[in-house]
């Protein structure tokens, strides 16, 4: 895919660096270190892009201070490091951050990440034969403007036992998503029903992301 920006992704997340490499976007990684405790009430669309965009400013400034101080932040390859090569300004291209959050959203309350494996059987029992829908939000930095929106898929469940949730928890796969579920991996059995964006559910929506990068001239094969 070319492009006319060097991307950066504000994400450690393995699914949103595949995502994006399926579509052909050389990219590299500096994971954000930014608070992300707001204690503001919002919903579920508005938290999901403020959380995307306080990642993408934490790694923006970080990137900026780190170009004024003409200090190296890493050497890794494109779309699998840590952090991102040095100097990014160095090869005549500007740079621009993705930010990235995905919450599941069930019958008024939020749902991250579990913190342990009873607050992911809390929530799978929840989501047990219902239907709830899973907000990501996404922020591009670019050189000139920032791009901010959101995406809401929903997803149904299949009605799960105590033993069957049990056992999904016990394969360790719900304990860093949220919802407690991959649909991408084995918590995928339990879907019965979906409406929109499948990509949403995995932690990124490709499809309004490349059509927003079309409208501005930044994607093409």
């Known amino acids: 895919m070319s492009s006319k920006i ?49 990642k993408a400013g934490a790694v923006r400034d970080y990137l900026s201070v780190d170009e004024a101080d003409n200090k190296p932040v890493g050497d890794g390859e494109p779309g699998e490091s840590e952090t ?7 090869d005549g291209l500007p740079y621009a951050v993705i930010g990235a959050d995905t919450v599941v959203y069930h019958e008024g309350e939020i749902l991250g990440k579990p913190k342990d494996e009873e607050d992911a059987f809390r929530m799978l029992r ?3 034969g219902a239907t709830h829908s899973v907000f990501t939000g996404v922020s591009i930095l670019l050189p000139d403007e920032t791009v901010t929106f959101h995406s809401e898929t929903k997803v149904t469940f299949d009605e799960l036992s105590d033993e069957e949730i049990r056992a999904y928890i016990a394969s360790g796969e ?35 992301f490349c059509r927003i990068l079309r409208k501005k001239g930044l994607f093409g094969y």
């Open 174 to 208: 719900p304990m860093d998503k949220a919802g407690a579920y991959g649909i991408q991996g084995l918590g995928g059995a339990f879907v019965t029903g979906i409406e929109g964006e499948y990509a949403n559910v995995v932690g990124f929506p490709i499809g309004e």
């Open 126 to 128: 929840a989501l047990s």
């Open 84 to 90: 991102a090569g040095d100097n990014y300004a160095a």
């Open 6 to 54: 060097k991307w950066i992704l504000a994400s450690a997340s393995p699914r949103r660096r595949e995502l994006l490499t399926q579509i052909g976007l050389s990219f590299e990684v500096v994971v954000s270190e930014a608070d992300e405790n707001i204690a503001e009430k919002l919903s579920p669309g508005e938290l999901v892009e403020r959380l995307s965009l306080i």
